[in-house]
């Protein structure tokens, strides 16, 4: 296999600021890997769009991107948009296309008790898709779903303004708690990749839980994608980290300070 010389660079979409989360395991994993966070903020929340609206909107801005920014690999770091948009974007662009599904398989291995909870938007846990993968991997478990309408909106707000979360952990925090299996419960998935960004809240609101999510597992298929291109990647070489914003003329103070404590540089579109 003849090897690529130029740095490799990953995009990593999103309607919003998890991006973040996924763009975090990616650079723990592959640190000499140029990441491009492009985030769709004046599209968010994706979950609320019709499926044909949203594959059209997301595949057309997404080769408006690439028409003026050269990248190897694409992250659809949203799990509305990955179960809508992949077979439609797959067809239009040139380059491999990696998705985010709810990490269920990995929290019905983990678990100890075989109660596992899944924390996700409402458009999630509705899916056919994720019940499908709760029959092929957690078929043994018992799982209590929470589909929170307000916590990715939440986490965006808190990212951007630093608005307060509090109520709405506390609803995740009853929702779960309802459930005649809750004390039982070791292990909760993390559905969406805003959710990652506050875990620690959730964790102070939820202790002795093991929290689990598909970062890891991303960034994994990104390291495996980038040997099979012919990266060989250069050790020690610092990485640039750049971020698009759409939809917003500017970003918030908030979010700004979060991106400059990450090294990412926001860049114009």
């Given at each position: ?42 599209g ?8 044909a ?112 979360l ?18 039982a ?58 971020a ?7 970003a ?18």
């Open positions: 296999m003849s090897t690529n010389q130029h740095t490799p660079r990953v995009l990593i979409f999103d309607s919003g600021v998890g991006s973040l989360s996924i763009g975090a395991a990616i650079h723990d994993l592959l640190p000499e890997i140029d990441l491009l966070y492009v985030m769709d903020h004046g968010f929340p994706y979950g609320e769009w019709p499926e609206l949203l594959t059209e909107h997301i595949c057309a801005t997404i080769c408006r991107v690439l028409a003026t920014h050269k990248v190897d690999l694409l992250v659809m770091a949203c799990n509305s948009a990955s179960t809508a948009v992949l077979p439609a974007l797959r067809g239009q662009i040139a380059i491999p296309v990696v998705g985010v599904v709810p990490a269920i398989k990995p929290a019905a291995a983990l678990s100890q008790t075989g109660v596992i909870g899944l924390l996700a938007t409402p458009g999630t846990v509705s899916r056919p898709y994720t019940a499908q993968l709760i029959q092929d991997f957690a078929a043994h478990c018992q799982v209590i779903a929470v589909g929170s309408p307000e916590l990715a909106p939440a986490v965006e707000n808190f990212i951007w303004h630093e608005h307060a509090d109520a709405v952990l506390n609803r995740v925090k009853t929702a779960f708690s309802q459930h005649a299996d809750f004390a419960m070791d292990t909760i998935i993390l559905a969406c990749t805003h959710f990652p960004l506050v875990q620690p809240q959730l964790s102070a609101l939820l202790p002795n839980i093991q929290w689990v999510d598909s970062g890891q597992a991303i960034a994994r298929r990104v390291a495996f994608l980038m040997g099979e291109l012919g990266f060989a990647g250069t050790p020690g070489k610092p990485a640039r980290q750049s698009i914003i759409l939809g917003e003329e500017a918030s103070v908030n979010l700004t300070q979060c991106l400059q404590a990450r090294n990412i540089k926001i860049s114009a579109d």
